[in-house]
């Protein structure tokens, strides 16, 4: 039998369809009926059922799958070993980040790691905070940087690169403004009668001002920090943001809320068994975005 055989099986037994797989791999339905029929003329036994719209295990496929799985990754883990010697890494590494995230060091790590490292597959994709922890915790995701509040499961490990109070933005005339000097905070009351802009929820900025606010619905939600600002200047709201986002604005002034003292925590989440591939991400992380601890 031979390794490719083994990754065609494995990912039809975890697609539920020949279509997908061939998809998946990155060949054609043809080769991959052809090659899991070979397989099972070798075993003498047939892997899946393939009566109904989707193929499933048989008894012999169930049990032949985890070995499937072994072999898979001691021949990736050969694959490494002689990487690692060579200094060059091979692999896959899929990165997850906030929904409109503008992060510019975290594009820096990536394009770093595709120059030092060309043979690693890179894929890169946009959910919300909890989604994307979860994503870590099941495998479907390598590392993401994601809004939490500290509270992860003991399986996962974390780097901190954001945490800020949470600030009101708004044009410095704006009535919710009027009656604060420069370095007061603002109270929710004084928001109450004000349309809020904030991000969806799941990011680390709502998801701590929702905690601290709870009786407050936002009029409008925006998908990145640099439109929430853009609607603030053009008036239409009062933003919900953090202080270093609203800091680097002449035309907007930030007030922090007297009643939200948790801070806005955004960081990168990785599992604790995470492979060569993620640790050396990890490490371009750290250089990108200047944490030497």
Same mark, same amino acid.
């Given at each position: 039998?031979?390794?490719?055989?083994?990754?065609?099986?494995?990912?039809?037994?975890?697609?539920?369809?020949?279509?997908?797989?061939?998809?998946?791999?990155?060949?054609?339905? &043809?080769?991959?009926?052809?090659?899991?029929?070979?397989?099972?003329?070798? /075993?003498?036994?047939?892997?899946?059922? @393939?009566?109904?719209?989707?193929?499933?295990?048989?008894?012999?496929?169930?049990?032949? /799958?985890?070995?499937?799985?072994?072999?898979? @990754?001691?021949?990736?883990?050969?694959?490494?070993?002689?990487?690692?010697?060579?200094?060059?890494?091979?692999?896959?590494?899929?990165?997850?980040?906030?929904?409109?995230?503008?992060?510019?060091?975290?594009?820096?790590?990536?394009? @770093?790691? $595709?120059?030092?490292? &060309?043979? +690693? !597959?890179?894929?890169?994709? !946009?959910?919300?905070?909890?989604?994307? *922890?979860?994503?870590?915790?099941?495998?479907?995701?390598?590392?993401?940087?994601?809004? $939490?509040?500290?509270?992860?499961?003991?399986?996962?490990?974390?780097?901190?690169?954001?945490?800020?109070?949470?600030?009101?933005?708004? &044009? &410095?005339? $704006?009535?919710?403004?009027?009656?604060?000097?420069?370095?007061?905070?603002?109270?929710?009351?004084?928001?109450?009668?004000? $349309?809020?802009?904030?991000?969806?929820?799941?990011?680390? *900025?709502?998801?701590?001002?929702?905690?601290?606010?709870?009786?407050?619905?936002?009029?409008?939600?925006?998908?990145?920090?640099?439109? +929430?600002?853009?609607?603030?200047?053009?008036?239409?709201?009062?933003?919900?943001?953090?202080?270093?986002?609203?800091?680097?604005?002449?035309?907007?002034?930030?007030?922090? *809320?007297?009643?939200?003292?948790?801070?806005?925590?955004?960081?990168?989440?990785?599992?604790?068994?995470?492979?060569?591939?993620?640790?050396?991400? +990890?490490?371009?992380?750290?250089?990108?975005?200047?944490?030497?601890?």
């Amino acid at each position: 039998m031979e390794l490719r055989q083994l990754e065609y099986f494995t990912a039809v037994a975890d697609t539920g369809s020949f279509t997908a797989a061939a998809q998946r791999t990155h060949t054609t339905q &043809p080769n991959i009926s052809a090659q899991i029929r070979a397989l099972e003329r070798e /075993l003498g036994a047939a892997l899946f059922d @393939r009566a109904g719209r989707r193929v499933r295990l048989t008894d012999a496929g169930a049990a032949a /799958l985890p070995a499937a799985r072994a072999s898979l @990754r001691s021949a990736d883990a050969m694959a490494q070993s002689v990487a690692d010697v060579n200094d060059l890494l091979r692999g896959s590494l899929a990165v997850g980040m906030v929904d409109g995230c503008t992060m510019q060091p975290l594009f820096a790590a990536l394009g @770093r790691l $595709h120059r030092d490292h &060309p043979a +690693i !597959e890179i894929s890169l994709s !946009e959910q919300g905070s909890e989604d994307l *922890i979860s994503a870590v915790g099941n495998g479907d995701l390598d590392i993401a940087l994601a809004g $939490h509040d500290g509270d992860l499961p003991p399986s996962l490990e974390s780097l901190t690169v954001f945490s800020e109070r949470v600030v009101a933005a708004a &044009p &410095p005339n $704006h009535p919710a403004l009027e009656h604060t000097a420069s370095g007061d905070e603002l109270s929710l009351d004084d928001l109450r009668s004000h $349309h809020l802009i904030c991000l969806p929820r799941g990011a680390g *900025i709502r998801t701590t001002f929702d905690r601290g606010a709870r009786t407050f619905r936002p009029a409008m939600e925006a998908s990145s920090p640099d439109a +929430i600002l853009e609607l603030v200047a053009g008036g239409l709201g009062v933003g919900i943001l953090s202080e270093s986002i609203v800091s680097g604005r002449r035309d907007i002034t930030g007030r922090t *809320i007297r009643e939200i003292t948790e801070p806005a925590v955004l960081g990168f989440v990785w599992r604790s068994e995470a492979s060569a591939v993620t640790r050396a991400f +990890i490490a371009l992380i750290r250089d990108a975005f200047g944490i030497r601890r």
